[in-house]
């Protein structure tokens, strides 16, 4: 990891992760797709897979029969699973450089780029 500040160094962790992805196909021919993530860094702490599957079958199909709303300005409504979501984009936006171990550091466009000694 690479600081604007001159900070340098590292860390090591454990990633677990569980998901599950749906597709129905609708009375029209529509298919409706959903999914159910999880990720924690100790495995015992991630839910059963078989939890994961039914929510994303659940959110899959309650998707079911529907349709795209008419063009228009309308206040956001999001499921709490698609606002933590949008935290990490976010976040990941923000803090790219830092979350991705420094990575993007040699990147034309990082933050860093002025920062770092030629090499």
Known sequence: MITSNGFSGGWRSTQYGCAAEVSLVDRDGR???AMAVYSAHHHADLPQPQRVAAEAVERATRRLGSRP???GRYPMLLESSARRA???VAARAAL???LSGGAQAASPTSWAND???AG
């Open 31 to 33: 298919l409706p797709e």
């Open 96 to 98: 790219g450089p830092v």
């Open 69 to 71: 709303a008419k063009s």
């Open 86 to 88: 949008g935290h990490g």
């Open 115 to 117: 920062s770092c000694p």
